[in-house]
Nanobody
Framework: QVQVVESGGGLVQPGGSLRLSCAASGFTFSSYAMSWYRQAPGKERELVAGITSSGGSTNYADSVKARFTISRDNAKNTVYLQMNSLKPEDTAVYYC???????????WGQGTQVTVSS
């Protein structure tokens, strides 16, 4: 049974930090690229950050570069998103996404709420 479970969201003041975790099971985690997406109320879901299966390459949305860091631990089947210098516009539900090449199934987590507010 495949599970993709995010955790670590919450309420934080502007300028604060949060670390999101995404624990995966039921598939070969080390073969999947992992990404974090977010969706704010009334907006489309957008890519925040991605990391290759080996962890050797990452990419970020311009809006989070230099503030967010994606990483993974293939031994723990977990991907992380370290979020620093948070802004109110970072408020959204954050989703974890697992993808491989064409023809392979893809998986979404259920999301975790991040609220940045004073």
């Amino acid at each position: 049974q495949v599970q993709v479970v995010e955790s670590g969201g919450g309420l934080v003041q502007p300028g604060g930090s949060l670390r999101l975790s995404c624990a995966a099971s039921g598939f070969t985690f080390s073969s999947y690229a992992m990404s974090w997406y977010r969706q704010a109320p009334g907006k489309e879901r957008e890519l925040v950050a991605g990391i290759t299966s080996s962890g050797g390459s990452t990419n970020y949305a311009d809006s989070v570069k230099a503030r967010f860091t994606i990483s993974r631990d293939n031994a723990k089947n977990t991907v992380y998103l370290q979020m620093n210098s948070l802004k109110p516009e970072d408020t959204a539900v954050y989703y974890c996404y697992a993808a491989r090449g064409s023809g392979w199934p893809r998986y979404w987590g259920q999301g975790t709420q991040v609220t940045v507010s004073s």
